[in-house]
């Protein structure tokens, strides 16, 4: 079965640092899709940066960037010059391609990152 | 454009109730998914409806079920509400369908079951 892991529950960073969130997942499959989703408090979720497996250029969108490692399996993201707007629940997320129009999002159980001003 | 609403925003209901859930999607977008949020299981996707067909669904119980209606808003219905159902339960769309893994979040409906 796929999964997803999130190891790190809760991060804090300093406002202008950069911080990095730890993804890795599992899956037997070789092609894919991997994302960052983002959920502010009381706020809807929403997508930050989307990653195919078959690319190898690292997905980049503006201060949030990943480090994907297909052969480790891990898709970690970084945020630059880390803003009180930030702070939020961020949940990494894996779609395999084999289900056809069965795919299903797998998703970790979160990091709460708060950011101090 | 107006964003994916979903009501009632916070409910209240007792062991052995049902309850319904409404989604009204981004204007054009024909896919709605569910998915139950709790604090130990993260999320959980419960089904998808494209173009009033359920395309895909969860593991959940038969008590969880949707449709969906010709202008693409959706309902969810739980049957029975047991304590465990207690969770935020969000929706998502997408333009076309939900396999691109781009979804649109509402801001969910917290349930609480006594």
């Known amino acids: 079965a796929q999964t997803v892991t999130q190891s790190q529950p809760e991060m804090s960073v300093q406002e202008a640092e950069t911080v990095t969130l730890s993804c890795t997942y599992d899956?037997?499959?070789?092609?894919?899709?991997l994302f960052w989703y983002k959920q502010p408090p009381s706020r809807q979720m929403i997508l930050v940066i989307r990653?195919?497996?078959?690319k190898q250029q690292n997905a980049t969108e503006n201060r949030f960037s990943v480090n994907f490692q297909k052969a480790a399996k891990s898709f970690s993201l970084k945020i630059s010059d880390s803003q009180l707007g930030d702070t939020a629940m961020y949940f990494c997320?894996?779609?395999?391609?084999?289900?056809?129009?069965?795919?299903?999002?797998?998703w970790g159980l979160g990091t709460s990152l708060a950011v101090n001003p | 454009k107006a964003g994916v609403t979903q009501t009632p925003r916070y409910l209240i209901k007792t062991r052995g109730q049902q309850v319904t859930l409404s989604c009204s999607p981004i204007?054009?977008?024909?896919?709605v998914s569910w998915y139950q949020q709790t604090p130990g299981q993260g999320l959980q996707f419960l089904f998808e409806?494209?173009?009033?067909?359920?395309?895909n669904k969860g593991n959940f119980p038969g008590r969880f079920s949707g449709r969906q209606f010709s202008n693409s808003r959706s309902e969810m219905n739980v049957s029975t509400l047991e304590l465990g159902d207690s969770a935020l339960y969000l929706c998502?769309?997408?333009?076309?369908?939900?396999?691109?893994?781009?979804?649109?979040f509402g801001e969910g409906s917290r349930l609480t079951v006594l």
């Open positions: 998502a769309s997408s333009l076309t369908s939900a396999n691109t893994g781009e979804l649109f």
């Open positions: 204007s054009g977008h024909r896919s």
């Open positions: 409806y494209f173009s009033e067909t359920q395309r």
């Open positions: 899956t037997s499959e070789n092609n894919y899709y």
């Open positions: 990653q195919e497996a078959y």
């Open positions: 997320a894996f779609m395999g391609t084999n289900a056809g129009n069965n795919r299903k999002l797998i």
